[in-house]
């Protein structure tokens, strides 16, 4: 069968607090930022992205802040939500034409009642 | 609605069968991608196709192949499976050239096990 994958980090969080993800990336090269959302079962899904010219963008209910200067990328969720429950993966294109992602590890987020 | 889908949904197989997954797109994009992702970890890319120029990663197993005879389709072959190529298997796509866009569209995924 499948070996035994790694304990992800967990973020706990009670339902209608705001969450914070963070990221670290490795490339100083890299020129465009994406945060995915994979549900148990599911494909990643698309919940926000970033270019390398901006520090901030701001979604429903959803802002990306990215430092460039630590290499460092979040994800903020406001009036977290049980629907929220999910692993969140960052991922940066690498500076390549085709558009090449590096995953994160990825965060589990547990939303509690 | 423009998607990408992947069947079947879940796979089983026997120790060294060989096995097709299999993943069409209705967005018309130019770059498709088959990711590998095991357990709480990461997706992890085996190749891509660039129209239809096949791209591999150096570290996929040559197990691994895949075929993508038009621009909708495409499909990732595993010659003889192993135990440990039990995963989820995600297809992807992007758009590449004029109007490019760096953002990955996935698909729901095949789960694989191998008995």
């Known amino acids: 069968g499948e070996s035994v994958g790694l304990h992800l980090p967990t973020l706990s969080v009670q339902e209608g607090d705001n969450s914070i993800i963070n990221c670290a990336y490795s490339?100083?090269?890299?020129?465009?930022f994406i945060w995915y959302k994979q549900e148990s079962g599911k494909g990643p899904q698309f919940i926000i992205d970033?270019?390398?010219?901006?520090d901030k963008r701001q979604g429903q209910r959803v802002t990306v802040l990215l430092n460039k200067t630590v290499k460092h990328l979040s994800l903020q969720i406001a009036a977290t939500q049980p629907g929220d429950s999910a692993v969140y993966f960052c991922?940066?294109?690498?500076?390549?034409?085709?558009?090449?992602?590096?995953f994160g590890a990825g965060t589990q987020v547990v939303v509690t009642p | 609605d423009a998607m990408v889908i992947q069947n079947p949904r879940y796979q089983v197989t026997q120790f060294g069968k060989p096995v097709t997954l299999s993943c069409s797109q209705t967005?018309?994009?130019?770059?498709m991608y088959w990711y590998q992702q095991k357990s709480s970890q990461a997706p992890k890319l085996l190749f891509h196709?660039?129209?239809?120029?096949?791209?591999n990663e150096a570290d996929t197993p040559d197990n691994f192949q895949s075929r993508r005879p038009n621009t909708s389709f495409c499909f990732l072959d595993i010659r003889s499976p192993g135990l440990g190529d039990a995963a989820m298997y995600l297809c992807?796509?992007?758009?590449?050239?004029?109007?490019?866009?760096?953002?990955?569209?996935f698909g729901p995924g095949t789960r694989l096990t191998v008995l």
């Open positions: 196709y660039y129209d239809k120029d096949f791209n």
């Open positions: 970033i270019r390398s010219n901006m």
């Open positions: 490339n100083s090269a890299s020129d465009y």
């Open positions: 991922a940066e294109n690498l500076g390549n034409s085709w558009g090449k992602l590096q």
């Open positions: 992807a796509t992007s758009r590449s050239g004029t109007r490019a866009s760096n953002e990955q569209f």
């Open positions: 967005l018309n994009h130019n770059v």
